[in-house]
């Protein structure tokens, strides 16, 4: 699909590219294009639209690089952020003179949320190509920020259940506690791809901010407006690897908290063991088959030998208990 915008009053309004005014248009959006609609945008700016193999290469050379007298930037969005299972989509930006080519095979909500504040009268102004690259990516900035903050409030949540949980069985408490893990994972993952997303626009942006181009000299509110996304990506990424440490101690301590219940398991069966073994001793000595027992022939014999085993199960359970093992 291709969607086409041109310039009015500072503000970007859809196009017709039969009759809109070539010296408007200043974007030009190629959502799942076909390659007739790549071949057509391609021969109006003179430039090779990349095919969605080229677009998905990771190597910084494939994502940023001049051709043509064009520059083409790449980044890597996210599509799905209201689900625990984002997907990664590359969105490519192609700036020549004052027209932006996008190419884009998903359709993440920061596009939608952009045009139509670019719409509004009292809106984003976009008067070139830049300008419209430059909300473009102020909107998946703030996209990025709304699912951090969500996802450390969702952290926050996970860490209360795993400190604070007030189950007393012990299953019941494993089960819940491996439920935690499992969510631990997922919230680990959307941050490794928030991270992923957020160093691409990184990169992009000051790869553009520090690119020299003959008879390129931006306004000064879109340097600003430059410097504060870099900035803003930065200190997102930022805000993210504190996470995911957060994401790697809960873990950490997640899986100790399963080790102990274990481990409370394990020690119950060891002191049941050791405490039956001196009463196992004498019920033993008193069933072998010799001939010569003198206690056999007693009259307290039997009551003697059960509270022989009971005593000798009783002295270890209170030395335990002394301790503290139990």
């Known amino acids: 699909m291709l969607r086409s915008y041109s310039r009015e009053a500072d503000h970007i309004v859809p196009a017709d590219l039969a009759t809109a005014d070539q010296q408007t248009l200043v974007w030009f959006d190629l959502v799942n294009p076909t390659p007739q609609e790549d071949r057509e945008v391609g021969a109006r700016l003179g430039l090779d639209i990349p095919t969605r ?29 209201d689900t625990d299972d984002p997907q990664k989509t590359p969105v490519t930006f192609i700036l020549k003179d004052q027209v932006l080519v996008t190419v884009r095979y998903a359709e993440p909500k920061p596009f939608a949320a952009f045009i139509a504040r670019a719409r509004k009268a009292n809106g984003l102004h976009c008067t070139s190509g830049e300008t419209v690259m430059v909300g473009i990516l102020e909107s998946i900035i703030d996209r990025m920020a709304d699912v951090l903050e969500r996802l450390g409030n969702e952290i926050d949540a996970v860490s ?48 553009h901010a520090a690119l020299e181009t003959p008879g390129r000299k931006p306004p000064k509110e879109t340097r600003q407006r430059i410097k504060l996304l870099q900035r803003d990506a930065v200190f997102l990424s930022d805000h993210a690897q504190f996470l ?83």
């Open 160 to 207: 209360r259940e795993v400190f604070r949980s007030k189950v007393s069985n012990v299953t019941k408490k494993t089960r819940d506690l491996q439920s935690l893990i499992e969510q631990i994972g997922r919230k680990g993952d959307f941050l490794t791809a928030t991270r992923e997303s957020l160093v691409t626009i990184s990169r992009l942006v000051a790869y």
């Open 53 to 81: 193999d080229e677009m998905e290469e990771i190597e910084l050379s494939a994502r940023l690089y001049q051709e043509d007298g064009a520059e083409f930037m790449t980044v890597t969005a996210l599509t799905g952020l």
């Open 244 to 326: 995911s440490g957060k994401i790697n101690f809960l873990l950490d301590a997640t899986l100790g908290l399963i080790n102990l219940e274990q481990n409370q398991i394990i020690k119950i069966f060891s002191v049941a063991a050791v405490v039956f073994l001196p009463p196992t001793l004498v019920a033993s000595i008193y069933g072998m088959n010799f001939d010569v027992m003198p206690e056999l022939k007693w009259q307290i014999g039997y009551p003697l030998a059960l509270g022989l085993m009971i005593l000798s199960a009783i002295m270890p359970y209170l030395y335990f208990k002394r301790r503290g093992w139990l």
